[in-house]
């Protein structure tokens, strides 16, 4: 028969564990490439697609920069909407959301989110580059 201290030990540790897998969040997926494959069957289109995204992002986040150091709010807020639609319909889930959540913090004037959003949004853009 095991000793009530160790018992009551073993629950603890066991609560202990199950409070921290349900704290942990699963990995944002950068990039599901079944949305663009739904879509087209024609992988080199796909890659073509990718590759425009690509190159067109850097002169985003720049204007996007820009708009929030001239405090152009709405500015802020068109591209992040820009943005969020080009990243959601080519798959770039991580892209997407973060571009979310600037368009809407833009939308309210809450300019605080933004500057640390710009940065969130770079890191999650050279994440997908990377898949590539």
Request: glycine share 4%; aromatic share 6%.
């Amino acid at each position: 028969m095991e000793d009530s201290a160790d018992y009551v030990r073993e629950e603890e540790l066991a609560f202990a564990k199950s409070q921290q897998l349900q704290q942990e969040k699963p990995k944002e997926q950068v990039f599901d490439h079944s949305v663009l494959q739904q879509l087209l069957s024609d992988e080199q289109q796909i890659s073509s697609i990718i590759d425009a995204f690509i190159s067109e992002m850097p002169s985003h986040l720049a204007e996007l920069n820009t708009a929030l150091q001239t405090n152009d709010i709405a500015i802020a807020a068109a591209l992040s909407h820009k943005i969020k639609g080009s990243a959601a319909s080519i798959g770039a889930n991580m892209l997407a959301r973060i571009a979310r959540h600037l368009e809407n913090a833009a939308k309210e004037g809450d300019i605080q989110p933004l500057e640390q959003g710009i940065q969130d949004l770079t890191e999650a853009f050279r994440l997908f580059q990377e898949e590539f």
